[in-house]
């Protein structure tokens, strides 16, 4: 009977071992995984852009969108005059809030354009090394494009 019993328990001591292996292996897989990894979205890579030409009244900018992510959701322009900047510097808040004591944080050449990727027939959701042409100057007829 004793040796029955040593049986048993070594039977017993295995399944156990078994058991706990695949309980601690099951939550390491579980524990180690991030919440929500397979939504998470990846950095916009970094677009080109370069100077298409130039008017009197309007500058066309060449946006060149980066790889591998391209500009899905479209992207945003800012820009000011050279005075201003060398007057108040590139805002760190872009809506260019006053400082504590009212002074402007920007000055009034600062604009912002953003050319949305997700309105109804927008030029602008653009893959990996798809370029397009913003024109400064004639922002108001195309669907996706807001200023400020």
């Known amino acids: 009977m004793s040796k029955t019993i040593k049986k048993y328990c070594r039977r017993e ?23 929500g ?3 998470v979205k990846p950095t ?36 000011q005059t050279t005075g201003d900047y060398n007057h108040f510097g590139w805002p760190a808040n872009s ?26 027939s927008s030029n602008y959701n653009l893959a990996a090394g798809q370029p397009v042409t913003v024109r400064i100057g004639d922002l108001m007829l195309d669907n996706g494009v807001s200023t400020d």
Do not use: H, K, R
């Not at 399944?15 to 991030?34: C, D, Y």
């Not at 009244?57 to 945003?76: E, K, Q, R, W």
């Open 95 to 120: 809506s260019c809030p006053p400082d504590i004591n009212g002074v402007p944080t920007c000055g009034e050449s600062f604009c912002t354009a953003s050319f949305s990727g997700n309105a109804s």
């Open 37 to 39: 990894s397979a939504s």
């Open 44 to 79: 916009m890579s970094t677009p080109i852009i370069s100077c298409g030409g130039s008017g009197q009244d309007y500058l066309d900018i060449n946006v060149t969108a980066g790889s591998p992510t391209g500009a899905p959701a479209g992207f945003t322009i800012q820009w």
């Open 13 to 35: 001591t295995l399944a156990f071992a078994i058991l706990g292996f695949a309980v601690i292996a099951f939550a390491v897989m579980f524990l180690s995984s991030t919440p």
